[in-house]
Nanobody, 115 residues
Framework: VQLQASGGGLVQSGGSLRLSCTAS????????MGWYRQPPGKERDMVAT???????NYADSVKGRFTISRDNPKNTLYLQMNNLKPEDTGVYYC??????????WGQGTLVTVSS
């Protein structure tokens, strides 16, 4: 299944964005899905993950501000980002752990937070 992230853009500090990740097929049987980001000049890191049962995990830097969710019937993963900060700037990717391990990434979506 191919994953396509969208919804990025330019937003002021304190603003909100919702990212979407649309799958080309069913995500019902995909156990874990996640959002990752790569700030300019830095390594790519995990932002949030969600299991098929709805269990979530967040990076400390986004806890309380970001919410990951999934809509299996719509084959879509979401990331609601509130109270955005300049340090949240980066390219955001959706992916599944097996592909992360082998370094297989799709096209991300750019989020730019201005101060």
């Amino acid at each position: 299944v191919q994953l396509q992230a969208s919804g990025g853009g330019l937003v002021q500090s304190g603003g909100s964005l919702r990212l979407s990740c649309t799958a080309s097929g069913s995500i019902r049987n995909i156990n874990y899905m996640g959002w990752y980001r790569q700030p300019p000049g830095k390594e790519r890191d995990m932002v949030a993950t969600i299991s098929s049962g709805g269990s979530t995990n967040y990076a400390d830097s986004v806890k309380g501000r970001f919410t990951i969710s999934r809509d299996n019937p719509k084959n879509t993963l979401y990331l609601q980002m509130n109270n955005l900060k300049p340090e949240d700037t980066g390219v955001y990717y959706c992916n599944i752990p097996p592909r992360v391990v082998v370094g297989s990434w799709g096209q991300g979506t750019l989020v730019t937070v201005s101060s």
